[in-house]
């Protein structure tokens, strides 16, 4: 009679362990589901302000050109980068490559207010140039919320036990971040010389 109540308890304890097991799988699978979308729906918003960006670059560069005939380096390189975020498409690691050298052709353009005066008399450049600064501000904000997003659901999955369970539920770390223009890690030199 005892080791039946052994062997009851043993198997008691061992479907106790399943159900808790599979109570940890489900809501972790719950928890990383949610924590995947929130990353996507972030992405969403990044996209939707670099498409917005990528409708006002034509109308900026159509009210350069008229003054600054000779930059064409400038237009044809923004003309470039543009074409390469539209080819990305909707694959993430492409577009943010893709946008990254975007924001690289693109800040030329907005010092050539400082080489040419007649520029910055011109009411469409400046009102678009507004618009595209007010742009770039939402994107780096969209960018930022999309990246603490990406690290919530990164660090997540990299947790015990939940490492288990996203490798058994195919959840797998994005390596997706924006980055910063490598360029920018370079301190500029400053000569008070001339």
């Known amino acids: ?31 990383m589901v949610q924590l995947n979308e929130d990353v996507n729906q972030n992405y969403s918003q990044v996209d939707i302000q670099q498409q917005r960006r990528l409708d006002l670059i034509p109308n900026l560069v159509a009210s350069v050109k008229g003054y600054v005939s000779e930059e064409s380096t400038v237009l044809t390189n923004i003309a470039n980068a543009r074409a390469g975020v539209i080819a990305a498409g909707s694959n993430h690691a492409s577009s943010i490559n893709a946008n990254s050298q975007l924001d690289v052709a693109i800040s030329p353009l907005l010092r050539l207010q400082e080489q040419y005066p007649d520029l910055k008399g011109n009411q469409q450049f400046m009102r678009l140039e507004d618009e595209l600064s007010g742009t770039e501000n939402r994107i780096s904000v969209a960018r930022m919320r999309y990246n603490k997003a990406l690290e919530g659901y990164n660090v997540f999955i990299r947790q015990f036990p ?24 370079t301190a500029p030199t400053v000569d008070f010389s001339k």
């Open 1 to 31: 009679m005892k080791a039946l109540w052994v062997v009851l308890g043993v198997v008691g304890l061992l479907v106790l362990v399943v159900i808790l097991s599979f109570g940890s799988y489900v809501s972790a699978k719950n928890q």
């Open 162 to 185: 939940n490492s288990i369970w996203a490798n058994m539920a195919g959840f797998h770390y994005r390596d997706e971040y924006f980055k910063g223009n490598p360029a920018n890690a």
